[in-house]
Protein backbone atom coordinates (compact mmCIF):
# COMPACT_ATOMS: atom_id res chain seq x y z
CA UNK A 1 0.00 0.00 0.00
CA UNK A 2 1.48 3.55 -0.82
CA UNK A 3 1.07 6.51 1.21
CA UNK A 4 0.65 10.04 1.36
CA UNK A 5 3.95 10.67 2.79
CA UNK A 6 5.63 8.18 -0.12
CA UNK A 7 2.97 9.42 -2.97
CA UNK A 8 4.25 13.47 -1.96
CA UNK A 9 7.79 12.15 -2.53
CA UNK A 10 7.10 10.95 -5.82
CA UNK A 11 5.40 13.81 -6.82
CA UNK A 12 7.59 16.47 -5.72
CA UNK A 13 8.27 19.19 -8.70
CA UNK A 14 11.95 19.68 -7.41
CA UNK A 15 13.23 16.22 -6.06
CA UNK A 16 16.69 17.61 -6.20
CA UNK A 17 15.29 19.32 -3.10
CA UNK A 18 15.44 16.31 -1.03
CA UNK A 19 18.62 16.48 1.10
CA UNK A 20 20.27 13.37 3.06
CA UNK A 21 22.90 15.12 4.88
CA UNK A 22 22.46 17.12 8.26
CA UNK A 23 22.12 20.64 8.53
CA UNK A 24 24.48 21.45 11.25
CA UNK A 25 24.85 25.14 11.73
CA UNK A 26 24.97 26.61 8.59
CA UNK A 27 26.40 24.09 6.81
CA UNK A 28 25.56 20.61 4.81
CA UNK A 29 27.64 18.01 6.74
CA UNK A 30 27.20 14.34 5.38
CA UNK A 31 27.81 11.41 7.67
CA UNK A 32 28.71 7.97 7.18
CA UNK A 33 25.70 5.79 8.41
CA UNK A 34 21.98 6.66 7.70
CA UNK A 35 18.54 6.19 9.42
CA UNK A 36 15.74 5.33 7.64
CA UNK A 37 12.55 6.58 7.85
CA UNK A 38 9.71 5.26 7.51
CA UNK A 39 5.92 6.02 7.40
CA UNK A 40 3.99 5.14 10.11
CA UNK A 41 0.84 4.48 8.81
CA UNK A 42 1.99 2.03 5.93
CA UNK A 43 5.71 0.93 7.54
CA UNK A 44 6.90 1.96 4.28
CA UNK A 45 10.32 3.07 3.97
CA UNK A 46 10.72 6.38 2.87
CA UNK A 47 14.35 7.41 2.74
CA UNK A 48 17.56 7.53 4.13
CA UNK A 49 18.46 10.30 6.00
CA UNK A 50 22.17 11.15 7.93
CA UNK A 51 22.74 9.15 11.83
CA UNK A 52 24.04 11.79 13.52
CA UNK A 53 25.87 11.79 16.91
CA UNK A 54 25.24 13.14 20.09
CA UNK A 55 28.12 15.19 19.20
CA UNK A 56 26.26 16.97 16.04
CA UNK A 57 23.01 16.93 18.36
CA UNK A 58 24.63 19.02 21.26
CA UNK A 59 26.34 21.43 18.29
CA UNK A 60 22.80 21.79 16.76
CA UNK A 61 21.31 22.93 20.05
CA UNK A 62 23.78 25.08 20.65
CA UNK A 63 23.56 26.70 17.17
CA UNK A 64 19.56 26.50 17.36
CA UNK A 65 20.44 28.75 21.16
CA UNK A 66 22.85 31.68 19.45
CA UNK A 67 20.17 32.02 16.30
CA UNK A 68 17.02 32.35 18.89
CA UNK A 69 19.09 35.37 20.05
CA UNK A 70 19.66 36.96 16.54
CA UNK A 71 15.88 36.37 15.84
CA UNK A 72 14.23 37.37 19.18
CA UNK A 73 16.32 40.96 18.57
CA UNK A 74 14.80 41.18 15.56
CA UNK A 75 11.80 43.26 15.19
CA UNK A 76 8.42 41.84 14.08
CA UNK A 77 7.94 43.61 10.79
CA UNK A 78 11.93 42.12 9.93
CA UNK A 79 11.02 38.85 11.34
CA UNK A 80 7.38 39.69 9.07
CA UNK A 81 9.55 40.23 5.78
CA UNK A 82 11.88 37.49 6.26
CA UNK A 83 9.20 34.64 6.65
CA UNK A 84 7.00 36.16 3.62
CA UNK A 85 10.14 36.02 1.57
CA UNK A 86 10.95 32.55 2.68
CA UNK A 87 7.65 31.55 1.73
CA UNK A 88 7.92 32.82 -1.79
CA UNK A 89 10.89 30.06 -2.09
CA UNK A 90 8.40 27.14 -2.16
CA UNK A 91 6.75 28.53 -5.42
CA UNK A 92 10.31 28.70 -7.43
Known sequence: ???IASTALKNLQRPDFI???AF???TWAARTKT???TDPATGEHL????ACSIEDADAA???AKNAFVDWRDRVPVERGRILRAWGKLRSC
Open 1 to 3: MEG
Open 19 to 21: EHR
Open 47 to 50: IGVA
Open 61 to 63: VEA
Open 35 to 37: LNV
Open 24 to 26: LDG
